[in-house]
């Protein structure tokens, strides 16, 4: 071959890409809880999310301490990122265009591992989510649990019996509630407080399911258990037409009753927590519960409007939690049928199953 030839050769092999550097030196980017970001510039952007989408909550959040209610807030913005993200909506609450909904929910759970490892996800609500679970030990099971439920929703899942709703209920507020205990420093041990978060978080979200009945239908969901809608002979997707409107409103009567044992014995456990974290779970306890009451005096015309209190009303409220938290609470005249530990059983048995450990035994060690 002439050389001339060659050197027209060379030009092309010399295109090949190659790296920047050896890969030998490569290093990963530095571990920074809350990705590098600023605490306060975290704590201010997830103050503006809990404003946008939870009123009731975020009234209720301001009665906490400053420390407690900052670490609040984060929790519930990365809850409500990872809920954006899993249902194909934005900030501003339209389709993002992403219809891979297992592929969503795998972006999901890359981001919460990455803010977990104090890694930078580019996202201030998962970078705040890293801060909050450093300052409170939040473990990536918590998370996973929390998860669990958004992708329950991607997948298009409907409860089929009142046990498969108590446990969608666990995944979509149980387990962020129970974060909260970690958050205000109830002991892992105190299983007294941690049954009534359980209860806690299962009476505002059937008391959300109520009152959102319309809205859900209008995302093809539905949280009422098929077994209620069967035994009521309501065809599927019909419950909202005027002629079954009577029925719904029976099946919802009885979701707010299950919601109204739980709310009590909610009530009841919160005089464990101190003063300034009995008062805002009390606060919350009747904001709800004063939407489960009006979901229940308006009966059929329930769902015409969005029902939420007013600003006064919310003042109100408060002011009557300030009230019943200087006061022993009376315990429940009845129990909920459903305890913390039945639900977490089924949540554990509907999960995967857990790999065989291959760790080899010590020598000497029978199996």
């Not at 906490?64 to 209610?69: A, S, V």
């Not at 909506?89 to 265009?97: E, V």
């Not at 809608?229 to 309501?234: C, E, F, P, Q, S």
């Amino acid at each position: 071959m002439s050389y001339d030839r060659l050197m027209a050769i060379r030009p092309f092999r010399d295109r090949r890409p190659r790296l920047l550097a050896p890969s030998r030196i490569l290093r990963p980017p530095p571990r920074q809880t809350g990705g590098g970001r600023e605490r306060e510039d975290l704590v201010a952007d997830a103050g503006k999310v809990i404003a946008g989408g939870s009123k009731s909550l975020a009234f209720a959040s301001r009665l906490l301490d400053g420390p407690t209610r900052e670490q609040a807030w984060m929790l519930y913005a990365w809850c409500r990122r990872c809920r954006e993200l899993a249902t194909g909506h934005g900030p501003g609450g339209r389709p993002d265009g992403t219809r891979d909904a297992a592929h969503r929910i795998d972006a999901i759970r890359v981001l919460t591992r990455r803010a977990l490892d104090d890694q930078p996800t580019a996202d201030p609500a998962f970078d705040g989510f890293g801060q909050v679970a450093k300052e409170a030990r939040l473990t990536e099971q918590m998370a996973e649990d929390v998860l669990e439920g958004f992708a329950l929703d991607a997948a298009g899942w409907r409860p089929r019996s009142e046990e498969d709703l108590l446990r969608y209920c666990y995944h979509t507020a149980g387990a962020p509630a129970l974060m909260m205990t970690r958050i205000m420093g109830v002991p892992d041990n105190d299983e007294e407080v941690l049954d009534r978060t359980f209860d806690f978080a299962v009476a505002l979200q059937l008391a959300d399911i109520a009152r959102e009945v319309w809205t859900d239908d209008t995302e093809d969901r539905c949280y009422l258990p098929i077994e209620w809608l069967v035994a009521a002979d309501l065809p599927p997707g019909e419950h909202l037409k005027p002629p079954y409107r009577g029925k719904l409103v029976t099946l919802v009567e009885r979701l707010l009753e299950i919601s109204a044992r739980h709310e009590a014995a909610a009530r009841f456990g919160a005089a464990r927590l101190r003063f300034r974290q009995r008062w805002a779970v009390l606060a919350a306890a009747n904001l709800y519960g004063a939407m489960a009451r009006e979901v229940r005096t308006l009966g059929k015309e329930a769902w015409y409007h969005r029902i939420r209190p007013s600003a006064m009303a919310r003042v109100a409220l408060a002011a009557s939690a300030f009230r019943e938290a200087l006061r022993t609470p009376e315990q429940p005249a009845e129990w909920p049928r459903h305890t913390r530990g039945d639900v977490l059983l089924a949540v554990r048995m509907a999960g995967p199953v857990a790999p065989i450990p291959m760790t080899p035994l010590p020598d000497g060690e029978e199996p």
